[in-house]
């Protein structure tokens, strides 16, 4: 165990370049974070909604 | 005259709206950052880093933490684990012996003969041997107990390829197993505190806090700021984000980078800790006092909404008291207006919670599976019962104008009483401590704690460390226990 047996591992990763790691991990939060978003401006629509329904049928 | 005090009853029912007002606009921006994040500015970057983990009797917690971070994805040699052991008087020097032995090169213990200084000189005297020693360019400074996931340090790393940064933290996540009620309450808390609200300050451009469990520093940095961390406050985590921002250099959560923490597992556990980080923030609002509302000249941190952020949270109840004073007075004054006041504030309310829950759980689903309950009842039964009958427009209210010492009812007191709930539900929670306190049984805790809610409960917490910190009270350095019980959940 350890950092030593962890040199093994990274050499499997080598294959991939750490580079392109780095790039899905960074994209992969991206869009995350696109997501929430998204996800900010569907919880919005929704409330705005029950609201507008509300002040209506009042 | 009458009309003049009314007036300022409405004044104060709109003040006591500001904390959710202000919640609701940090929600708003939390969104924005899909569009304004630092990941444009993230490189490939992965420095040599030293965790420094403070130990004080963490015999229990200090293994699985050690084995957690010698199971990260990272370049192999550019990370060690340095524990500072105060002077444990467990079984700590013994695991760390086991740790060293099965992590040879990895794993540094550090003793202090002579303990019980507290965290920040625990931790000081770590930082103070990693950078004399010159290996590491980062820094991890951390709690004992913290689980990281394996591409955590990945991704705080990366921001500090933009010199400009200082420091990131993570997204500390609640992970009592099995959990309790109050660890999920805590689990929907640390979403919208962290998860949600940090997001928020990565956009305004100024972060409270970086929280103790996972901050990661530049050595730049850490030498910037004098080489160490304060040890004047009860939190001197938050002074250290401070002073990296007053120093010129920016801090941030990464809140995709996640870490996983056991929280208290009583509401007397919870009171000492949250107590001690609230009046460590008092201290801290005192100690920056120069730098308040000073138009972002010292940094965002001295801008108006970082200011108003801030405030609004330290002084919470104070607002909340003045919104029940106004509601109460109004119902004195003028019953009418009250009806119409208490319509606002719980409609308000209602509104702001429905969004801010609902999209607590678009953040982060997986912990909503399984504290979504905790999410729904977080202000309590009773304030959740106030916003239904406000937004159904059941009257509780009378309509006489107004009241006159010979016209008391019962129906009187409950009004007073249901106007004035958003100053009661903090000695109400106040209550919820004492008796699990004095040892009451977990289902009668657990009932009051639904039925008077988390929030108010974190609302006394803040209303106590205001008179202790107006009493002068001892500062001491209590540490949290920690059984073990964290797992990283998936």
């Known amino acids: 165990m350890g950092q030593d047996d962890q040199i093994g591992q990274s050499q499997d990763s080598d294959l991939t370049s750490a580079a392109s790691a780095f790039a899905r991990l960074t994209a992969e939060d991206r869009r995350q974070e696109n997501r929430l978003f ?10 705005a909604s029950l609201v507008a329904a509300y002040l209506i049928l009042m | 005259m009458m009309e003049l005090l009314a007036a300022l009853c409405l004044i104060f029912v709109v003040l006591g709206t500001v904390p959710t007002l202000v919640s609701f606009a940090q929600f708003v921006m939390v969104g924005l950052h899909g569009i304004w994040n630092h990941y444009p500015k993230c490189a490939d970057y992965t420095p040599r880093v030293a965790f420094v983990l403070p130990a004080w009797n963490e015999a229990d917690v200090l293994g699985a933490s050690i084995d957690s971070l010698m199971a990260i994805d990272y370049p192999a040699g550019a990370w060690r684990i340095c524990v500072v052991d105060d002077a444990s008087t467990d079984h700590t020097p013994e695991v760390m012996r086991d740790k060293m032995a099965q992590y040879p090169g990895s794993v540094f213990h550090l003793r202090r003969e002579k303990g019980g200084q507290g965290k920040a000189h625990t931790l000081n005297h770590g930082i103070r041997a990693i950078l004399d020693e010159n290996w590491a360019e980062a820094v991890m400074i951390m709690d004992a107990d913290v689980l990281f996931e394996r591409l955590t340090l990945r991704r705080m790393v990366r921001h500090l390829a933009d010199s400009a940064v200082g420091g990131v933290t993570a997204y500390v996540k609640e992970g009592s197993t099995p959990a309790s009620l109050l660890s999920r309450f805590i689990a929907f808390e640390y979403i919208t505190a962290q998860a949600a609200v940090r997001r928020a300050q990565n956009v305004i451009g100024a972060l409270a806090c970086m929280a103790g469990g996972a901050q990661l520093h530049s050595c730049e940095n850490l030498r910037a700021i004098g080489g160490a961390i304060d040890t004047s406050t009860l939190a001197e985590d938050t002074y ?94 003028w019953a009418p207006w009250a009806e119409k006041a208490f319509a606002f504030f719980w409609s308000a309310t209602f509104v702001i919670y429905l969004s801010e829950t609902l999209f607590c759980f678009a953040i982060d689903p997986v912990a909503s599976r399984k504290c979504w309950f905790q999410g729904v009842i977080f202000p309590g039964l009773v304030s959740v019962a106030m916003m239904a009958v406000a937004v159904s427009g059941v009257k509780v209210i009378g309509s006489t104008d107004r009241l006159s010492p010979g016209t008391w009812s019962w129906g009187d007191a409950a009004a007073l009483l249901i106007l004035a709930w958003t100053g009661l539900s903090t000695p109400a929670a106040w209550l919820v401590y004492r008796i699990d306190r004095a040892g009451a049984p977990k289902w009668l805790r657990n009932s009051l704690l639904v039925l008077v809610g988390y929030g108010p409960l974190l609302c006394a917490i803040a209303f106590a460390a205001i008179i202790a910190q107006l009493r002068k009270a001892d500062l001491k350095w209590d540490k949290t226990i920690k059984s073990g019980k964290a797992k990283i959940q998936t």
Request: proline share 3%.
């Open chain 2, 240 to 333: 250290t984000t401070f002073k990296t921002q007053l120093a010129g250099r920016r801090v941030l959560i990464d809140a995709n980078a996640i870490v996983w923490a056991e929280e208290p597992d009583s509401v007397t556990a919870l009171w000492k800790q949250r107590l001690r980080w609230s009046r460590g923030n008092l201290q801290i609002t005192a100690a920056f006092r120069h730098l308040w509302f000073t138009s972002g000249r010292l940094a965002a941190l001295g801008g108006v909404p970082f200011g108003v952020l801030w405030f609004s949270a330290a002084l919470m109840p104070l607002f909340m008291i003045l919104g029940a004073v106004g509601l109460v007075g109004l119902y004195f004054l």
């Open chain 1, 38 to 47: 998204w996800s900010e401006i569907g919880v919005g629509a929704v409330v």
